[in-house]
């Protein structure tokens, strides 16, 4: 079957300039470099990884609202990478998109009923009495009354507001909904209700999502399958079962095991990331990763792994995807001697911490 979106080696590379008079260029920034991914119909693709690793730009790229420097983008099989406006818009009603801030992205002098017209009249669909109708339809959708639609942004809670932004995302009835970390600006039982509500309008609709978010454990409960993302490059892809179960990818363990754990007494066995991202415009040679990496070799540090597969539907970048310690949530052993190393360290040091407590009482 075609895939709705595909993305096929796409590039974002940002030029980097000095100097007010004489403007030479200095390097380039590698946003996005070298991601291919694709979505079927009706389908979930999270992209996850640390701030800065290329997610919102990637959402960007899909939805064609920046150029891309290199690579294919295609909806429905049709090439659309050096479409122009005109060629875009009627591709515009087939993506919309949900942003992270439900209060900014909003038009504070808008009433609902206007916000939610707005992508109708955009696109000259239907007359008054017909978008009038189709507004308190999408209001009775995200769970909203038809009396909000005569009120204000401001009047309402960030949960409502983030319905409010998912109904003018439907009002188009799209084929496909960029998410671009939706709940991550809400309170944590809110976010279950979003999830939930967007959960039931893709069984409704059919819709197909690209999920954009830092937050694995919406991403376990919302995802079909899974893309982590680092410096640019997708390092592991896989459904998302396989993913949380067996994670072939060390940045993708170490992201599993920085997740917070509900239970006070457990703990990961595995550390979480040391070391900050390097910058995008002067990457590592070699692997990516490798200057964070904790099985990393000599061969990583000169030869950058491609992503290939490892399994059914499961592929990494990484050389010894297939020979790396299994990944142990809680309570098991460390096995790799510099992990062990640092794990000693720390308990030394709690329980140096415990003495000097008991000695002070």
């Known amino acids: ?7 096929d080696d796409v590039r974002k590379h940002y030029p980097v300039h000095q100097g007010l008079i004489l403007r030479r260029q200095v390097g380039i920034v590698r946003a996005v470099d070298g991601v291919s991914l694709r979505i079927a119909v009706g389908e979930t693709l999270a992209v996850v990884g640390e701030s800065g690793c290329g997610k919102s730009t990637l959402a960007r790229l899909a939805l064609r609202l920046i150029e891309p420097s290199g690579g294919t983008i295609r909806v429905e099989g ?3 990478t050096r479409d122009g406006r005109a060629a875009l818009r009627p591709l515009r009603r087939q993506m919309q998109v949900i942003f992270q801030d439900p209060f900014a992205s909003l038009n504070p002098r808008m009433s609902v009923e206007e916000i939610l017209a707005e992508p109708m009249l955009v696109h000259g669909i239907g007359d008054a009495a017909s978008r009038a109708a189709r507004v308190r339809e999408l209001l009775g959708l995200v769970g909203l009354a038809s009396y909000h639609a005569d009120r204000f942004p401001h009047e309402f809670s960030g949960g409502q507001r983030q319905r409010i932004g998912i109904a003018r995302a439907l009002a188009l009835s799209p084929k496909l909904i960029v998410c671009d970390e939706p709940v991550s600006a809400l309170d944590v039982s809110i976010q279950a209700q979003v999830v939930n509500l967007l959960k039931d309008l893709q069984a409704e609709f059919g819709l197909a999502y690209l999920f954009i978010s830092h937050g694995l454990a919406v991403v376990k409960h919302m995802a079909d399958r899974v893309a982590v993302m680092y410096l640019g490059q997708v390092v592991e892809t896989a459904p998302a079962k396989v993913l949380y179960a067996n994670p072939r990818h060390p940045y993708t363990q ?8 509900p239970d006070p007494t457990r703990r990961n066995a595995r550390p979480a990331l040391d070391g900050d991202v390097p910058s995008p415009m002067n990457p590592p040679p070699g692997c990516r990763f490798h200057t964070r990496c904790t099985v990393a070799q000599a061969r990583c540090r000169e030869e950058a792994p491609g992503l290939r597969p490892i399994g059914a539907g499961h592929e990494a ?12 949530r809680f309570g098991d052993s460390v096995r790799h001697p510099r992990l062990q190393a640092r794990l000693a360290l720390y308990e030394q040091k709690r329980a140096a911490m415990n003495a000097a407590g008991t000695t002070a009482a």
């Open 317 to 328: 970048a990484c050389h010894f995807a297939e020979t790396i310690p299994a990944f142990t």
């Open 78 to 80: 049709r090439d659309v």
């Open 254 to 261: 170490a992201l599993l095991s920085a997740a917070p754990v």
């Open 1 to 7: 079957m075609t895939p709705l979106l595909e993305l």
